[in-house]
């Protein structure tokens, strides 16, 4: 998309999160410590090149990024963070959080009770789509064994079984959910539209000019058939009028022979009965004829 880019944030020293200063993201883990936003100072922005993962922008800002600095990505209407380490980009859940009035979920929370659902979840992960946040809930006792519940920041339940968590699928799921009816309502303008087209190359004939146009010599022939081919009742038909042709030309053939036959002997005979000798040309014919 031509909105998509991505912001560097660097620790700020002056904030509380100034012990995160270089440190891996498993050394602030260890030590319990929050990365946040409000920790850090944004030092630069840019577009994302077309279709650039976070492993292609790490490597390609290598030189200009620090350990304990955070990649930003806004792709496709979706935010996701990266902590950059010294050997690669570690996915970072958190680091934003909207936190509008009203809010009940946040990735800090625990013992969460869910109408319809028994026993307490808590928020393992978050995504921010189309500039709304969504919380990953998982059963705190049976963990994986029960399908995560996609809520808002204000509780609502989204999805109720989601499998795999945020993937592909996932996503695209609360894409669609985000869109506004004016949205769906164009893009189901757009859907039928496209059937109207097509339904109308099939009416006037542009369907058959693009089936046929690889087989037929030219569009004189185009009839719906690829390559002109006959119907069962039409080869019966023409298997018959062959039939008939063979015959009529075979008795043809016949009485043909019949003439000439007549023809030699009548020659044969006056030669004969003139005292002349037979031509050789015309006993020969007669033998073949014979044979």
């Known amino acids: 998309m031509k909105n998509d880019q991505f912001a560097v944030y660097r620790v700020d020293r002056h904030s509380?999160?100034?012990?995160?200063?270089?440190?891996?993201?498993?050394?602030?883990?260890?030590?319990?410590?929050?990365?946040?936003i409000e920790y850090y100072r944004q030092i630069d922005i840019r577009p994302l090149l077309p279709g650039e993962s976070a492993i292609a922008l790490w490597k390609r800002m290598k030189e200009s990024?620090?350990?304990?600095?955070?990649?930003?990505?806004?792709?496709?209407?979706?935010?996701?963070c990266y902590y950059v380490n010294e050997d690669y980009p570690q996915l970072l859940s958190g680091f934003i959080r909207l936190n509008p009035s009203g809010t009940l979920v946040t990735l800090d929370t625990e013992n969460y009770r869910i109408s319809g659902k028994p026993g307490n979840w808590m928020a393992t992960d978050d995504i921010i789509i189309d500039g709304k946040q969504f919380y990953l809930m998982e059963h705190q006792e049976y963990h994986r064994q029960v399908?995560?519940?996609?809520?808002?920041?204000?509780?609502?339940?989204i999805m109720e079984e989601c499998q795999n968590g945020f993937d592909e699928k996932t996503k695209q799921k609360l894409h669609e959910l985000m869109k506004t009816p004016e949205q769906r309502e164009q893009e189901h303008q757009k859907y039928k539209d496209r059937l109207e087209h097509y339904q109308k190359f099939f009416e006037n004939g542009t369907y058959e000019r693009s089936w046929e146009s690889g087989t037929e010599g030219n569009y004189n022939m185009v009839d719906g058939q690829v390559n002109n081919l006959k119907n069962v009742e039409e080869k019966r038909v023409e298997r018959k009028l062959v039939q008939k042709l063979d015959q009529a030309s075979k008795k043809k053939s016949k009485k043909r022979e019949s003439v000439i036959k007549r023809l030699r002997e009548k020659q044969i005979a006056i030669a004969v009965k003139s005292g002349k000798p037979v031509p050789r040309y015309l006993e020969q014919d007669m033998e073949r004829r014979r044979g």
């Open 65 to 80: 990024c620090e350990v304990s600095d955070v990649l930003v990505l806004n792709q496709n209407g979706e935010i996701h």
């Open 16 to 36: 509380e999160g100034r012990d995160l200063w270089h440190l891996s993201y498993q050394e602030a883990v260890s030590r319990k410590l929050a990365i946040r």
């Open 147 to 157: 399908a995560y519940i996609i809520l808002d920041s204000y509780g609502k339940m």
